[in-house]
Each structure stands twice: as structure tokens, then as C-alpha cells.
């Protein structure tokens, strides 16, 4: 039962103490983030990962990717544990190694792989942190680096200071998004489908592009759409929309303001009270944020309900187990990046992380 779970997570925390870290993306259900020492957005959680170092786990309740960053930043010795193997992230998927590779070679053959008279580089590659440590790794030794959805105006910028073009993976939504407000036009936003020669691109309109975005997106955040904030709009007149930018751009454009789950968090704790606001993501952190703040009307854009699946299968009971055996020595779903990966992902990493805030 559920008390019975609470129980037994309980007395395992406070008999491993010191030893284990528990840390909880935003997104999480309630029933897992009530026991988290951590809570944050991907970013802050990759800066936590490294302020732990003497404690023998990380117990992470987020999705794979997370973890993968987590084990790459926290200390040698440290175990990080993901206590169900199966919470992925579809967008995640959605870009591999090979594909990559494949999409860069093309792309070396059109541009070119010397420095213009400027010393720019033809392509630097960015990779949204929702991707595998593999693609983490390929930005390392490629010259490129990591992004959140907290930084990507940012390291857009550190990008371009360098390169001509960016090849943003994989979500192409959190891409055109950013590049959109800082000006670059659509026309030089193509988007890669690496089930097309070319990504159905001909070589000349690759030739003006400046962002070359991945084909991925997020199955949550796509859901929401331009009628669901025209209905807000309608409802309650006055309502602030917030939406994340892993939104379509049609839904980026309709909101008031976008940002990461972190910004949408910061948004609603400065609000005056008795502010309307309507979001643009995950419903758990939501409803969250609604029980947090009585004092506003806060509810979700998506009237059907849109959890981030994968996330959800970080259920109670998997916590228990994996503190359970780590109570008693045993380190079970570990997630281990083997160090050739690790190597090249840390220094496209520590680039994002080097950015000024
Ligand atoms: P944040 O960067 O806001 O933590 O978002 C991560 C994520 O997975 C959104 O879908
Ligand atoms: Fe991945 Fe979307 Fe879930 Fe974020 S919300 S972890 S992008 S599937």
C-alpha cells in the first residue's frame, strides 16, 4: 500500500543518511518528489549532480538522459541509480549516433570543413541536454556543446561566435524557438529528416541555412495547440500563458511568454497574488505549482491530461527497492557511462556550464 511504501522509503533514507542523494526532476509525480533532497530543471540538476561528491549514490528520479549526466558530472566513485530502467525520453530517441554521423558527413561534403576568412568554423553541433551521452560525446569532439532549455539563447550565441551554422538535435522545436527570437528568419531554419537524402534539402538551400534542426520534438509538449490558449483567453480574460519551448512555434508565438520549467517556476513565485496563469507543460509539476500557490488560479492549457510517461514510471515501489538493496551494499540500475563516451560528453558540457548566467 501507499503508507506501507512511504514507510518503508522512509526508513531506508534515514538509515542511509549521508550516503545517498536523492534528486527529482520537475516533472516528477508528487508521490516520488516528496522524498527528493534536490528538486530542479535539467540544468540546475547537472550543477547538482557535482556539489555531492562524498556520497557513495545519486538516486535519480528523472528520466535516462538525466542520469547519464548525472554519473558524467558527479564523482568517480559514485553510483547513479535510475530506479526504473525504463523511464526514457521519446525525443531523446529520437536522435542516434548513427544518424548524426551520417547527417554530418553530408554536411561536411556541402560546406566544407575549413575555417571562413573570419576563423568560423562552416557547422558547430548543439545538442539539447534530452539527448544520449553518445551525442553529448560527438558535440565534444566536434567543437560543440550542450544546451538546456534554461541556456539555448545562450549557447546559440557562444555558437555562432564560432561557427557560421548551427546543427541543433534533437528537438527541433526548442531550435526554431530560440534562433526565431534572436532573429533569425524561418527560411534559415531547415529542418533535417534523416529519412530523406539531403534531409529532403537541396544543396543550395542548405547553403543559406543557418540553423539545421534536428526532425525530433516532445510527444508532451506537442500536444498543446494555439485553440487550447484562445480558449484560456476566452475563459478568463486577462490569464497569462506560459508555455515551454519545446511547444510547437505556432504555440510559442500565441503565449504571452516562454521558458523552462525552472523559468515557468520563478514566473509564478513573483506573480502579485490572484494572477490567472495558463502552462504550456507537464501536468505534474502544474498541479504542483497550483497546490503551491492558493493564492493564484493556475491550471494546465491541456484540458485532457499530459504527463511525461516515462518520467511517470519512476514509481514509489522501484524507489523502495533500489533503497532498499542500497541500504544493504547492493547497487542496483546503475547507470554507467563507459569513459570513451564520458570523456569527449564532459567537455561539450563543461562548455554550457562555463557560460556566464
Ligand atoms: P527543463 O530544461 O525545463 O528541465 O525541461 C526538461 C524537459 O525534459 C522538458 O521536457
Ligand atoms: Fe522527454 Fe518530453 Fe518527457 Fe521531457 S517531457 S523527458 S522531452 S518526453
Known sequence: STEELDLRIRAAKAALGERVVLMGHFYQRDEVIQYADFVGDSFQLAQAAKTRPEAEAIVF???HFMAETADML??????????????????ADMADLDSVVECWE????????????????????????????????????HGGIVCTSSNAAKVLEWAFERAERV????????GRNTAKKMGVPLA?????????????????RLQDAKVLLWHGFCSVHKRFSVGQIEQARREFPGVRVIVHPECPMEVVDAADESG??????????????????????????VTRLAGQYPQHHIFCLDPVICPCSTMYRIHPGYLAWVLEALEKGVVLNQIKVSEDVAVPARVALERMLALKP
Open 61 to 63: 528520479c528523472g528520466v
Open 74 to 91: 558527479s564523482g568517480k566513485e559514485q553510483a547513479v541509480i535510475l530506479p526504473n530502467l525504463a523511464a526514457g525520453c521519446s525525443m
Open 106 to 141: 553530408q554536411l561536411e561534403d556541402i560546406y566544407g570543413t575549413g575555417p571562413n576568412a573570419e576563423g568560423k568554423v562552416p557547422v558547430i553541433p548543439v545538442t539539447y541536454m534530452n539527448s544520449s551521452a553518445a551525442l553529448k560525446g560527438f558535440c565534444g569532439e
Open 167 to 174: 546543427l541543433f538535435f534533437p528537438d527541433q522545436h526548442l
Open 188 to 204: 534559415q531554419m531547415p529542418t533535417w529528416n534523416p529519412y530523406k537524402p539531403l534531409g529532403g534539402n537541396t544543396a543550395e
Open 260 to 285: 523552462s520549467t525552472d523559468y515557468i517556476v520563478k514566473a509564478i513565485a513573483a506573480a502579485p497574488a490572484g494572477t490567472t496563469f495558463a502552462i504550456g507543460t507537464e501536468v505534474n509539476l
